[in-house]
């Protein structure tokens, strides 16, 4: 329109041909800038939501903090004996509670598997060594030491914790790696590795300087898992909770972790978080969680052998009392369960 309009304003000699051309060349240079306008507006606002959440987080005050005259453990100090007193747990607007006065003593070098349904708080409890939640009754004690009486730092360096599902960051596996431990060394760092065997990262296409996680190169389940592994036992903690830590691993990998762990959980005292009958023989006793209390604690033949609800959990027999199940014909899914 602009054109026509003007060729024949100008075949009139309304106006000037320069006129013409300097109005259509202006025109030209205008349309971006408003077209883009929106889409700049619309994206500030994305933006301005994006920083409101970030500026949220960043100011909520943490509620979980040192205690004015918390003290450092140095590792080489830690004998390694946590015990749990009565402890208690409700999560926060929680009607009732995860965990009911849970008594339990993990001797300096001993292991201890956690078993229980899905659901009865095995991963609560185990964040609460860490201090992720702070206990709601009772205490739990390092060495004597309430966990609370500890720097949150110092009580950190000496957990090492590998959780249900592994988070790797955005940055490279070898960052990832020594997240807690920056000053780890190359030979530490290949022995982790070692361990969890996890040495896949070398053949990365980058080495251990391949970018994974959300931005990166995405790795399986299994390698995420056996990563977070080679992180929770970088540097021998003296304390290692995990929480199912082979789950995702087919049954030859498993054997060989498990044959590795079973060196690094000798020097450490340990919590595993546990659902497999196989990952259970690297304890040296099991507690049953259920109903947020530890209803059986023993070794596992001993408890196999004594307590029906471990049965029932572990090796899928119906506790006794309770009729077998109802004979079927064998068909596809009698193999699969078997
Ligand atoms: N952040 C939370 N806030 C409130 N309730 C929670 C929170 N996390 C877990 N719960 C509740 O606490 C209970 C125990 O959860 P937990 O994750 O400890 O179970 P679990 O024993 O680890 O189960 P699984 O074997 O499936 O891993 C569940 O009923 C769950 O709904
Ligand atoms: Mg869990």
Not at 100 to 120: H, K, M, S, Y
Not at 180 to 188: F, I, S, V, Y
Not at 227 to 242: D, K
Request: aromatic share 4%.
């Amino acid at each position: 329109m602009v054109l026509v309009a003007g060729a024949a304003a100008a075949a009139r000699g309304a106006l000037t041909i320069g006129e013409l051309v300097a109005f259509v060349s202006l025109q030209l240079m205008l349309i971006w800038p408003v077209q883009s306008l929106g889409w700049i507006i619309a994206n500030g606002q994305e933006a301005a939501t994006a920083a409101d959440r970030i500026q949220e987080v960043l100011d909520t005050p943490p509620q979980i903090v040192d205690a004015p005259d918390a003290l450092a453990l140095p590792r080489e100090a830690v004998v390694g004996r946590l015990r749990f007193e009565r402890v208690s747990f409700r999560y926060p607007g929680a009607s009732a509670p995860v965990l009911r006065e849970i008594d339990l003593t993990i001797e300096p070098g001993e292991t201890v598997a956690l078993v229980g349904a899905t659901g009865c708080g095995k991963s609560t409890l185990l964040s609460l060594v860490p201090r992720l939640h702070e206990v709601t009754g009772g205490r739990i004690t390092l060495d004597g030491h309430d966990l609370r009486d500890l720097r949150l730092d110092s009580l950190r360096r000496l957990v090492g914790m590998a959780f249900e599902e592994p988070t790797l960051f955005s940055m490279s596996v070898r960052e990832n790696l020594t997240l807690g431990r920056p000053d780890a060394g190359d030979d530490e760092v290949r022995a982790a590795l070692a361990l969890a065997q996890a040495e896949f990262a070398y053949d990365l296409p980058w080495g251990l300087a391949t970018r994974v996680g959300e931005q990166g190169l995405s790795l399986s389940g299994g390698q995420r898992q056996r990563l977070a592994l080679a992180r929770a036992v970088l540097g021998r903690p003296a304390l290692l909770v995990l929480d199912d830590p082979l789950s995702a691993l087919d049954v030859h990998t498993e054997a060989l972790v498990e044959a590795a762990l079973r060196r690094v959980l000798r020097g450490s005292t340990a919590l595993l978080v546990v659902h497999r009958p196989s990952t259970i023989a690297l304890a040296d006793r099991v507690a049953l969680l259920a109903g947020g209390r530890i209803t059986a604690i023993g070794r596992h033949s001993e408890l196999l052998a004594t307590v029906p609800a471990y049965r029932a959990l572990l090796a899928a027999d119906p506790p006794s009392g309770e009729p077998p199940p109802a004979a079927s014909t064998p068909d596809g899914w009698d193999l699969v369960r078997s």
